[in-house]
């Protein structure tokens, strides 16, 4: 699939936090990244650090409620409650190294308990404020969680049933509103008046780069989702992409989408942005077209960072609620947590006028690895280039889609450009995952000689783009060839009534697996003979009659993880007819 490429102008270009790529990756060390700072400790770097320097009156924060007034934290503000936050912390007794979970909306409290948690160097472990009362149970049974940061109405429907199995959860803090009182007795408090009892001054204490700081969780797409031990260095990878990523400057107002359940919403809508002292806007409320282009126009959002499932719905609400909007304040928009087809690319491109840059990262890695640059030109449907301080390269996978690894226990890598296999990351940088909670063998399975193996494959083109071609998990073998899922679900994206695709390897005697479609329908297209037929002999103009998909379904929804990416191994276990396991436990993060 051949696509324009989309240019940048040289003047935007050179104004961009990376003008030049090449040289500042051929200078860059993450030891010059590093500032030498009361030990590192994240809290200082995103918040103390700015009030320090005099930057106390710029607004970390602008949430705005789901109705009525938005409400502002300044850094300086930010700093005094994180420290009344470390002192209830404190009070209780707490250990450095304690995991501390966090089950809750977007309020204002969340991101305060999260800051004075890392200033006690407690572990913030995040949970998506929608989970029930099973996966909440396996994550604070997983990581023996001793405090948990809740409302009352989150405690009630998905803790109070299951705190007989939570033999180590001493402390549950109620934040919001509607609290009354000590629930039950069992250590429950309100959060309030302790603050408002407590100090504002707090003095970290020294905090070692290695100190655990965050436990990830990961989505779920594939499997059990896994803890990812991160370290209070991984702030170095988060402020460098922030900066070189997503090109956040002083005076910017970032929004970013992703909810603090998950790793895009902490590295992303609280480390990185902070540390590089923007403001951030963040949206009490649920995904609505309407008010989201609003937002946009309204808070004069200049950096946008968001998903490819929310990009889609607002591609599926059509042009009506962009009209007459004035997003001339938007700068970069950029996109993670799935493929991003090049329809999307575009489509930004027109109806925002900016672009959308991918990036690739995963929980484990716990900043962006690869990107697309405000000051280089976009290859819609390549994630972009590897982000300074990060070296990549592509494991070959033998005949059977093996990773090839040499005696030495290093990884063997394809030589030549646009030859795919396993992307992969040399160790170390400073956002790596450190552990996998509870799963050595897990943790190393992950590692071959210096190298991190992602999982994904992937392909580098001759100038040094790549390109994602699936998950190893996803990739179908079909008569001899390998197919990667997401080109062939970017070409159905190109018809114009498909709004999203998903596409699987469904076993086949004869080819070994054979190419199945699922496509969702928008701009008032209804499912029939006619239109399938129709998709189908585009598809096979598109991709050739190997690769094209030999049966194309409409549904009306596909099947998403909890933040949004689509669950292809469901609709792989539903066109087998095997039971499709138990979704209740999953997740979903970006
Ligand atoms: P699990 O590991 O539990 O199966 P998950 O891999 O979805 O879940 P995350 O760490 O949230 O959990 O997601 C990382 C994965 O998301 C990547 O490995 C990749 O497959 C996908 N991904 C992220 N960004 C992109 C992107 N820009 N293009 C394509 N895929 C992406
Ligand atoms: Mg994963």
């Known amino acids: 699939m051949e696509h324009r490429y989309i240019s940048k102008d040289p003047a935007i270009a050179s104004e ?87 089950l809750s909306g977007r309020l204002p409290e969340l991101y305060v308990a999260m800051i004075g948690t890392l200033k006690v160097r407690c572990v913030v472990a995040p949970l998506f404020s929608a989970f029930g009362p099973d996966p909440v149970r396996q994550r604070l049974q997983a990581g023996r969680g001793r405090v948990l940061i809740t409302t009352a109405a989150a405690y009630r429907q998905k803790v109070a049933p299951i705190r007989g199995d939570l033999p180590d959860l001493e402390h549950v803090l109620l934040i919001g509103d509607d609290v009354a009182g000590d629930i039950d007795g069992q250590g429950v408090c309100v959060l309030a008046p302790l603050m408002a009892a407590a100090s504002t001054e707090y003095s970290i204490a020294p905090t070692g780069p290695e100190d655990p700081a965050f436990v990830h969780f990961t989505s779920g797409t594939t499997g059990m989702p896994k803890g990812a031990v991160h370290v209070h260095d991984a702030v170095v990878a988060q402020e460098t992409t922030g900066r070189y990523a997503l090109d956040l400057r002083p005076g910017d107002v970032f929004w970013c989408t992703a909810d603090p359940g998950w790793v895009t919403g902490t590295s992303y809508g609280l480390v990185a942005p902070l540390a590089c002292g923007v403001t951030c806007v963040i949206d009490e409320a649920d995904f609505d077209a309407v008010r989201w282009y609003s937002i946009l126009e309204h808070e004069q959002v200049s950096v946008w960072y968001t998903a490819p499932t929310a990009l889609r719905m607002l591609m599926k609400a059509g042009d009506e609620p962009v009209a007459g909007r004035d997003l001339t ?139 994602f071609i699936g998950r190893g998990d996803d990739v179908i073998k079909s008569a001899g ?110």
């Open 329 to 467: 304040h938007l700068r970069h928009v950029a996109s993670v947590g799935e493929p991003l087809n090049p329809e999307v690319v575009e489509w930004g491109e027109t109806l925002l006028g900016k672009a959308i840059h991918d990036t690739w990262w995963q929980t484990e890695t716990g900043a962006i690895m690869v990107a697309n640059f405000a000051s280089m030109p976009i290859r819609p449907g390549s994630m972009g280039r590897p982000v300074p301080g990060i070296e990549i390269g592509i494991v070959r996978r033998d005949s059977s889609g093996e990773r090839v690894i040499a005696e030495s226990g290093q990884p063997v890598f394809v030589t030549q450009p646009g030859v795919e296999g396993e992307l992969a990351i040399r160790t170390p940088w400073p956002s790596m995952m450190r552990a996998y909670l509870n799963a050595p063998d897990r943790y190393k399975a992950c590692f071959a000689g210096d190298w991190y193996l992602s999982g994904d494959l992937a392909r580098i083109d001759a100038d040094g783009y790549v390109w």
């Open 16 to 102: 961009s936090n990376l003008p030049d790529y090449d040289t500042l990756r051929a200078h860059f060390t993450w030891q010059s990244a590093r500032r030498t700072t009361v030990g590192g400790n994240i809290a200082h770097e995103a918040v103390d650090r700015h009030v320090a320097e005099g930057r106390g009156d710029v607004i970390a924060f602008r949430f705005l409620a789901e109705q009525g007034p938005s409400r502002e934290f300044s850094y300086e503000l930010l700093a005094r409650e994180s420290n009344r936050f470390a002192n209830v912390l404190e009070r209780l007794g707490v250990a450095p190294g304690d995991l501390v979970f966090t």
């Open 481 to 590: 060839h390998l197919i990667g899922p997401f080109e062939v679900e970017s070409a159905l994206m190109e018809y114009p009534a498909v709004v999203e695709a998903a596409v699987i390897g469904v076993p086949d005697q004869v080819v070994g697996e054979r190419v199945e479609a699922f496509v969702v329908l928008g701009g008032g297209a209804e499912p029939s003979e006619a239109i399938t037929r129709d998709l189908m002999a585009f598809a096979r103009r598109r991709l050739g009659s190997a690769v094209a998909p030999r049966r194309i379904t409409c549904e009306p929804a596909l099947p998403h993880t909890q933040s949004g990416k689509i669950m292809r191994r469901v609709l792989r276990a539903r066109a087998q007819g095997l039971p499709e396991g138990d979704l209740s436990t999953l997740g979903g993060s970006g």
